[in-house]
């Protein structure tokens, strides 16, 4: 018997597929016809042949036929349970046995006479990577911006792929991964950085027999690429972190925004879910920055920015847009629009709230001669209401800020035709006290 067992399925690709999940360490090779299975059963050798009995009248020809082919060849048929008087028949034309669908992996081993060959002999692990996991390992390297959980977990999987293994395992630093049934870890390699263990890839039982000899070689190849790899997703994360973060106040910066926007827009679209963009701005900065000096200006920026972070929910998204601006995306996970929705009016009152946080807030970095209080005028738009694309919402929240500021500064403003009874726009006068 060859070093893979290899099996001739005569039958449709569906159950082709379902055979070679169920026994992955036997070489599958497929015929969707009776008469192409005939004749690869005479042009190579096979340890089984499995026919499928919904070929109907051709099955039973194509079992005289085969056994004449391959006389010592064994034969199995699978069945429906519909089609099992015609499996019997098979029996007579030649068959040893049939097997009953859905199709079990021990009975179906049982039948073939493959079990006792699996288990006789150890597991044909290749000692080289194999062209299936240099594309595995491809496609992670090309997905690292997914971060390193997900990059662990698809390194777990290869891996477990890799050895045959009925369940694999990874932890390495803060992060784990399990694939499988990793369960009873049989084979095991400590992970190392530099003369440092930072954790371990452990296999289960080999779903082909016993692991060889140079299985723990290889797998002590895979622990050193998996903390490689895991060491460029993390780099990759910072860089992407750097990237997204504005430098002054630590807010996701308008890259990031533009990127987020698009992709809320689209899950909205999608979900028929609500959406709503806010583009606000220090009243009058200029003025804070020519009286005051650009330091002091920052640091207002600054405060302005945590104030925001603070009073948004959490999963709305903050981010400082430019100059003295700031965008917020307000987005939700309630049931979908229905006919006859309405501009969600709660935004509003979000919103007026910022102004109230902003302007009761001492900014004591302007000092004993801070010109009264801080205020800031915002625009907001939602979708679809005011657009259905992004740059249609931005559009229309910028619309809405220079209405806003054009009645009096301080005050939210909602952009579009308003709903019957709506209110106008909110003005945000400070507190009696400090929120």
Same mark, same amino acid.
């Given at each position: 018997?060859?070093?893979?067992?290899?099996?001739?399925?005569?039958?449709?690709?569906?159950?082709?597929?379902?055979?070679?999940?169920?026994?992955?360490?036997?070489?599958?090779?497929?015929?969707?016809? #009776? %008469?192409?299975?005939?004749?690869?059963?005479?042009?190579?050798?096979?340890?089984?042949?499995?026919?499928?009995?919904?070929?109907?009248?051709?099955?039973?020809?194509?079992?005289?036929?085969?056994?004449?082919?391959?006389?010592?060849?064994?034969?199995?048929?699978?069945?429906?349970?519909?089609?099992?008087?015609?499996? $019997?028949?098979?029996?007579?034309?030649?068959?040893?046995?049939?097997?009953?669908?859905?199709?079990?992996? =021990?009975?179906?081993?049982?039948?073939?006479?493959?079990?006792?060959?699996?288990?006789?002999?150890?597991?044909?692990?290749?000692?080289?990577?194999?062209?299936?996991?240099?594309?595995?390992?491809?496609?992670?390297?090309?997905?690292? !911006?997914?971060?390193?959980?997900?990059?662990?977990?698809?390194?777990?999987? %290869?891996?477990?792929?890799?050895?045959?293994?009925?369940?694999?395992?990874?932890?390495?630093?803060?992060?784990? #991964?399990?694939?499988?049934?990793?369960?009873?870890?049989?084979?095991?390699?400590?992970?190392?950085?530099? /003369?440092?263990?930072?954790?371990?890839?452990?296999?289960?039982?080999?779903?082909?027999?016993? *692991?060889?000899?140079?299985?723990?070689?290889?797998?002590?190849? *895979?622990?050193?690429?998996?903390?490689?790899?895991?060491?460029?997703? $993390?780099?990759?994360?910072?860089?992407?972190?750097?990237?997204?973060? !504005?430098?002054?106040?630590?807010?996701?910066?308008?890259?990031? +925004? =533009?990127?987020?926007?698009?992709?809320?827009?689209?899950?909205? #679209?999608?979900?028929?879910?609500?959406?709503?963009?806010?583009?606000?701005?220090?009243?009058? +900065?200029?003025?804070?920055? /020519?009286?005051?000096?650009?330091?002091?200006?920052?640091? %207002?920026?600054?405060?302005?920015?945590?104030?925001?972070?603070?009073?948004?929910?959490?999963? /709305?998204?903050?981010?400082?847009?430019?100059?003295?601006?700031?965008?917020?995306? +307000?987005?939700?996970?309630?049931? @979908?629009?229905?006919?006859?929705?309405?501009?969600?009016?709660?935004?509003?009152?979000?919103?007026?709230?910022?102004?109230?946080?902003?302007?009761?807030?001492? +900014?004591?970095?302007?000092?004993?001669?801070?010109?009264?209080?801080?205020?800031?005028?915002?625009?907001? #738009?939602? *979708?679809?209401?005011?657009?259905?694309?992004?740059?249609?919402?931005?559009?229309?929240?910028?619309?809405?800020?220079?209405?806003?500021?054009?009645?009096?500064?301080?005050?939210?403003?909602?952009?579009?035709?308003?709903?019957?009874?709506?209110?106008?726009?909110? @003005?945000?006068?400070?507190?009696?006290?400090?929120?």
């Amino acid at each position: 018997m060859s070093a893979r067992l290899r099996l001739l399925v005569i039958g449709p690709a569906e159950l082709q597929d379902a055979v070679q999940h169920m026994l992955p360490h036997v070489e599958v090779v497929g015929a969707a016809r #009776a %008469l192409d299975g005939l004749w690869m059963s005479g042009e190579s050798p096979f340890d089984a042949a499995l026919i499928s009995a919904a070929f109907g009248g051709p099955a039973l020809r194509a079992v005289e036929s085969v056994r004449k082919v391959a006389p010592g060849l064994r034969i199995v048929i699978s069945s429906s349970p519909v089609d099992e008087p015609l499996a $019997r028949s098979a029996l007579d034309r030649g068959a040893d046995e049939y097997v009953i669908e859905p199709l079990v992996r =021990d009975e179906l081993e049982r039948s073939l006479g493959l079990q006792s060959a699996r288990l006789s002999a150890a597991a044909p692990i290749p000692a080289e990577p194999t062209v299936r996991e240099l594309v595995e390992l491809g496609e992670i390297l090309r997905n690292l !911006d997914d971060g390193p959980h997900a990059v662990l977990n698809h390194l777990c999987a %290869l891996v477990c792929r890799a050895f045959q293994a009925v369940g694999a395992s990874v932890q390495l630093d803060e992060y784990s #991964a399990a694939h499988g049934d990793p369960t009873e870890p049989v084979l095991q390699e400590a992970i190392q950085r530099g /003369d440092a263990v930072v954790g371990q890839v452990a296999l289960g039982r080999c779903a082909l027999g016993p *692991y060889p000899a140079a299985a723990a070689v290889r797998l002590g190849e *895979y622990a050193r690429l998996i903390e490689s790899v895991l060491t460029q997703a $993390r780099q990759r994360r910072e860089w992407r972190e750097l990237a997204w973060t !504005d430098d002054l106040s630590g807010l996701r910066n308008r890259r990031y +925004f =533009d990127l987020r926007l698009a992709e809320l827009v689209q899950e909205a #679209a999608a979900q028929r879910r609500r959406l709503t963009v806010l583009l606000c701005d220090v009243d009058d +900065f200029k003025a804070y920055n /020519d009286r005051f000096g650009h330091e002091t200006g920052d640091q %207002l920026m600054r405060e302005v920015a945590a104030l925001l972070a603070r009073c948004t929910r959490e999963g /709305d998204v903050v981010c400082r847009y430019g100059g003295d601006e700031f965008a917020v995306i +307000f987005h939700d996970t309630e049931a @979908p629009r229905v006919p006859g929705s309405q501009h969600p009016r709660e935004f509003v009152a979000l919103a007026a709230r910022f102004c109230r946080a902003i302007s009761n807030h001492p +900014f004591e970095c302007l000092g004993p001669q801070r010109p009264g209080p801080v205020t800031i005028s915002g625009g907001l #738009a939602s *979708y679809p209401w005011d657009g259905s694309t992004p740059e249609q919402l931005m559009h229309a929240a910028d619309a809405a800020l220079l209405e806003a500021k054009r009645t009096g500064k301080n005050r939210i403003q909602l952009c579009g035709a308003k709903p019957p009874g709506s209110a106008e726009p909110a @003005p945000c006068e400070p507190d009696a006290s400090p929120p």
